[in-house]
């Protein structure tokens, strides 16, 4: 399960709007208590993807690093990531699965014709093969 918050959830919504009809990315900070996980901070980051943009996103390890150093001076943990599908279901994608892993929370918001329509959390599985979908609140 995971639970984020109004600001965070407010921050990567206006994102994905922003970059509309490309694809956004950002790390989501914040805490996991008996399995509950908990979105206290979003942080935007740059779509490092060198093509077309509108239906993928890449994340540099050094920004993802950063992130998690954030997290960390805050007495928080990167617990996950986000990234917006323009004009898209927020189904987890095959090359999502490929650029996954297991231990972080995988947020996609679909962004209909600019504006939010609906969102999924995902955890894929160590394999690469699948993902479960996560209870979302917000
Ligand atoms: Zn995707």
Redesign the pocket.
Known sequence: MIRIEAEPWEVMVSHARKTYPN?CCGAMLGSTEEGHKLVRVAIPLENAFAGVQA???ELRPEDLLAADKAARARQMDLIGIY???PD?DA???K??LQNSCPWYS?L?LSIQKGEFHHANSWLPNFEQTEAAKEELHY
């Open positions: 694809e239906q993928r996103y990234h917006s599908h898209c189904y987890f994608s090359t999502d995988f996609v």
